[in-house]
C-alpha cells in the first residue's frame, strides 16, 4: 500500500502495524479506513506469525482525533434535501462498531500507541485494546455533546466503568486529560516518552511480548491533575438527571464548578440527557448491547437537528455559536429522550464473527 493511503499496514517482524496515514486530518477515520482496516485485523489475529497487533497515528499531532463526522453531515444533509438515502450513515456507525468489537475480543495483544490527540473515534480504536501507551503529547477527550452528538465507540461501556463518576463527568463535559490523569483513571496502561517510542516498535517487532517491552520503556508520567478533583467529581456527576447535577455544581461553590456549569451551557441539552441516560444505561450492559444501544442512538442523533447545528457551528462556518432546539435542559422531555433509545427502521446492530 503506498504511503499516500488514508491508513497503512506493514508486517513488521512479529507484529501488524497499522498506522492511520491522514495527519492533515489528525488522522480522523473514514468509512474507508474502517474498511481496509477489519479484514486486515481479522487476517492477523487468525495469524499464528503476528504476535501481536499495534496501531499508531502519522504526524506528531495526533493519533486519531476522531470520526469523519464532516462526511456524516454531508451525507445527512443530502438525504434531508432528497439528494441520497442517508445509508452511508448507518454503514458508517454500524462498521466502526463492529471494528470497536473485534478490537475489544481480539485473541492477541493490541497495542495503541496513543501519542497525540485521542478523541471520540480514536478512543474506540485504542480503549478497547489490551496495551494502552500514553506519551506527553496525549490529549484525550470525548466531546461529542458539544456537536449534538454522545460518546459512543464503546464510550457508553468504558466510561461508566472508570472510577467513581470520572466517566460521567467526561462524557458530558468533554473535558481533556493529559497522560497522567490517564493513567489515574485506568484509561491508559504505561506511560512511554514519545522518544522512546520507535524503540519500543522495534522491541515488539523482534518478538518481545508487549508486557515485556513495556515494562522496558515505561516511566513516571507525574502527577495527575485529576486526583485533586475526584472528590468534587463523584459529589456532583452522580445524580441521574442533568438538572440536579447542576444544581450540586451550584452549591459546590467552586472556580472549577463554575466553569463546569459554563461548559454544560455550551453543550446540545437534548446530547446532555441523551448521554447521561446512555452512560448509566451503559453500566448494566455488556459491551455488545452497548454498541447495540449506540447504533440506536447515533441514528437517532442523525434524525435529530442538534448534530447539524453542532458541526455547523464547531467545523463548517466554526462560528462556535450553535443554536440548539431545545435551547435548554428544561425543554428537554423525557419522551425526547426515550425516542433515541428505539430500535432503528433497520434493526439492530448485528456482529459477525
Avoid at 478533583?229 to 451550584?250: F, N, S, T
Avoid at 440548539?324 to 432503528?344: C, M
Wanted: glycine content about 10%; hydrophobic content about 40%; aromatic content about 6%.
Amino acid at each position: 500500500m503506498s504511503d499516500s493511503a488514508e491508513i497503512l499496514f506493514e508486517r513488521r517482524g512479529a507484529i501488524g502495524l497499522v498506522t492511520l496515514n491522514r495527519p492533515k486530518a489528525l488522522n480522523a477515520l473514514t468509512l474507508n479506513m474502517i474498511r481496509l482496516f477489519d479484514p486486515q485485523l481479522r487476517a492477523w489475529n487468525a495469524d499464528p506469525d503476528v504476535k501481536a497487533v499495534v496501531i499508531q497515528g502519522a504526524g506528531e499531532k495526533a493519533f486519531c482525533a476522531g470520526g469523519d463526522v464532516v462526511s456524516l453531515y454531508e451525507a445527512g444533509k443530502a438525504a434531508r434535501e432528497g439528494r441520497g438515502d442517508g445509508s452511508q450513515i448507518r454503514a458508517f456507525f454500524s462498521e466502526e462498531y463492529i471494528l470497536n468489537r473485534l478490537i475489544k475480543r481480539l485473541s492477541k495483544p493490541y497495542v495503541a500507541l496513543i501519542d497525540g490527540i485521542s478523541m471520540g473515534g480514536g478512543v474506540g480504536l485504542s480503549e478497547h485494546g489490551s496495551h494502552r501507551i500514553v506519551t506527553e503529547r496525549t490529549l484525550f477527550a470525548m466531546p461529542e455533546t458539544g456537536i449534538g452528538l454522545y460518546p459512543d465507540v464503546g464510550g457508553t461501556y468504558f466510561l461508566p466503568r472508570l472510577p467513581g463518576q470520572v466517566g460521567i463527568w467526561l462524557g458530558l463535559s468533554g473535558d481533556r486529560l493529559k497522560a497522567a490523569d490517564m493513567l489515574a483513571i485506568n484509561a491508559a496502561d504505561a506511560f512511554v516518552p514519545s522518544g522512546r517510542i520507535e524503540a519500543l516498535l522495534s522491541d515488539l517487532a523482534g518478538g518481545v511480548s508487549p508486557d515485556e517491552a513495556i515494562a522496558a520503556y515505561r516511566e513516571p508520567a507525574g502527577e495527575a491533575a485529576v486526583t485533586a478533583l475526584r472528590p468534587a467529581i463523584d459529589r456532583c456527576y452522580a445524580h441521574d438527571g442533568m438538572e440536579a447535577i447542576v444544581k450540586a455544581l451550584e452549591a459546590e461553590g467552586t472556580e472549577w464548578a463554575a466553569g463546569q456549569i459554563a461548559t454544560l451551557k455550551r453543550m446540545s441539552p437534548t446530547s446532555l440527557k441523551v448521554t447521561l441516560s446512555a452512560l448509566r444505561r451503559g453500566a448494566r450492559l455488556d459491551f455488545e448491547g452497548c454498541l447495540r444501544q449506540e447504533l440506536r442512538l447515533s441514528l437517532a442523533c442523525l434524525a435529530g437537528d442538534d448534530f447539524y447545528e453542532g458541526i455547523r457551528a464547531v467545523l463548517v462556518d466554526k462560528d462556535k455559536n450553535p443554536k440548539w432546539k431545545p435551547a435548554d435542559l428544561a425543554g428537554v422531555s423525557q419522551t425526547d429522550v426515550e425516542r433515541h433509545f428505539a430500535e432503528p427502521a433497520g434493526g439492530d446492530l448485528e456482529f459477525r464473527d
